[in-house]
């Protein structure tokens, strides 16, 4: 990525060029004993021409994570643990445990019979199953059982526990989670269930019985949470709806054929603070380069391609997965030329969007495409 502001910008008229001499290290040690500072010393780095994320553009490959969380099987229980979950740290991060930016994600494990207590909490999570049958999880009182592909949310405040009743080896998911959002904000609450588990109701994915069929249901108009009532997004569906997309639209000339998961009352995110995409690449297909202000969190959902982030090509599989730091110049390629691939991510961009932080460019050089390191 570009540096931060070059000699040549910060001599610019506005921007703070002030020069040490004793007299002036004398007073900002002055002002420190006062538990104060001087704005010109720092001016030019809380004020950058344009974002300058900590985090760096990081690919964990499945392949080599897997065996890692294989093992916390063996190593912990997941009662003990509360959650069994190897999570991915940027290294720019590490202070925050954030994936990219403000997100966190990890992989985590349950062995068959396994089940964990109820809680909740004031961040919201979300789930992509990677791999094994029998997960379930109860979010406010409904039970969702949840296969590979399969998307779905634990909005902010909800009850939530956890589980595998397959019988037939431990299920890989992966959790996302505003985590380090809701940290730097400070407003982080964490409470226990009293009674330890939720009663469940009696029809599992009720949600998508609800709502899961394109139709508003006789009532939704009731609905006033600032999240979706959908709570869970099969992966066969999902699919099907990518397909149908991309025989009937041209999709992104930066994406593909994308389309997000939302809330079906409003249309709008599925939850206020992190969004999620399905993104198809035909085969063979290269997109253009741009970039944006939001954090995205990538995993491959089907096939093998590489992306270009910031120079950088991180080669995937299914199952790896990658992050684009905010403002970071990306383009994606399906590596394949007979099948298609595609990418699930999450995002802060319902906070971008709603703080007005949004913003977007293309790359204009080098018909749209990034020059590789
Ligand atoms: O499922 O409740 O990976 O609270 C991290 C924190 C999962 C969860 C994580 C959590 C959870």
Known sequence: MTPRGTRRDDTVLGRARVSDTPELEAYYAELADREAGALWTVANKIEPWYPQPQSAPVLWRYAELRPLVRKALDLVSADDAGRRVVMLVNPGRRDVSAAVGLLYTGLQIMGPGESMTAHRHQAAALRFVHEGTGAWTIVDGEKLRVGPGDFAITPNGTWHEHGNEGDDGPVIWQDGLDIPLVNALDAGFYEVHPDLHQQPGK?????????????????????????SPLLAWPWEATYAALRGLADAAEGSPYDGVIAEYTNPVTGGSVMPTMGAHMQLLRPGQATR??????????????????????GQRFPWRKGDIFVVPSWAWHEHANLDDSDDACLFSFDDFPVMRSLGFRREEAYADNDGHQPTL
């Open 289 to 310: 380069a741009h970039r944006h202000t939001g954090s995205v969190v990538y995993t491959v959902a089907k096939g093998r391609g590489v992306s270009v982030i910031a």
């Open 203 to 227: 029809v599992v994915n009720a949600s998508v019985a609800t709502y899961g069929g394109n139709l508003l249901p006789y009532g939704a108009e009731k609905w006033a949470r600032p999240y």
